[in-house]
């Protein structure tokens, strides 16, 4: 039980990078962002505007 809490965990850091680079901001920065912040850093992203190129 405990391994599938750390598989979704990362998971959804790989999804939060991929949809900052989505928005034109960092994706590293952003995967060791949702390391610690996770479903909120998720909320961050969606709520955050485009990033101009």
């Known amino acids: ?3 599938d809490f750390f598989v979704g965990w ?3 850091t790989l999804i939060n990078a991929g ?3 989505g928005k034109n901001r ?5 995967f060791f962002i949702s390391l610690f912040l996770g479903p ?6 969606v709520v955050l505007d485009r990033k101009p190129d």
Not at 26 to 30: A, D, I, K, P, Q
């Open 1 to 3: 039980m405990e391994n």
């Open 10 to 12: 990362g998971t959804l």
């Open 19 to 21: 949809l900052a680079q």
């Open 26 to 30: 960092s994706g590293l920065n952003w």
């Open 40 to 45: 909120i850093a998720t909320l961050c992203i």
